[in-house]
């Protein structure tokens, strides 16, 4: 399948390995993962930033080998799980920079055609959203009060 706004075709990824059970070298808990994922996320990291984290610092490789459970059920169970996706929200972070960078640069056409194509994707992903009840029905991304969700 191609890509949405580029010419690219490329399957390109990573895999996730075949074994389920966690690596022999880690040696936390269940719990212990629980409670360092909690307060990762206090300090307002996403999920993601919290993989790598553990990843890189803790060798844990997979946090669901270790706990039976992904990052973001672990923040939900908590309830520290983030308003609305982590992907749309990295959307519209980078639609209100494109903006910011629109007020200082009025003839950047390039910079204006790139904005509506990163704000199709938010359409797209906040529909996805609303029908897998993901995000309230009512929402609609709006480019005024798009700083205000990012901020």
């Known amino acids: ?25 880690v040696k936390t808990t269940a719990d212990q993962v629980e409670e360092h994922v909690n307060k990762l996320a206090k300090r307002g990291l996403t999920p993601s930033q919290i ?3 553990l990843r890189d610092s803790n060798g844990i490789a997979q946090v669901k080998s270790v706990t ?3 990052i973001l059920r672990i923040l939900k169970k908590s309830g520290l799980a983030p308003a609305i996706p982590e992907d749309l ?15 200082r640069n009025k003839k950047d056409k390039d910079s204006k055609f790139r ?29 005024a ?5 990012v901020a």
Do not use: C, F
């Open 1 to 25: 399948m191609g890509r949405m706004h580029t010419g690219g075709k490329g399957i390109s990824k990573s895999s996730l390995p075949y074994k389920r059970s966690p690596a022999s070298w």
């Open 68 to 70: 039976g459970n992904k």
């Open 115 to 143: 904005l509506i194509l990163i704000e199709s994707r938010i359409h797209r992903l906040s529909r996805y959203y609303r029908t897998a009840r993901k995000l309230e029905a009512n929402w609609k991304y709006q480019s």
């Open 145 to 149: 009060t798009a700083s205000t969700l």
């Open 89 to 103: 929200y990295m959307l519209v972070k980078k639609a209100v920079a494109v903006r910011k960078h629109l007020d």
């Open 51 to 53: 993989g790598v984290i």
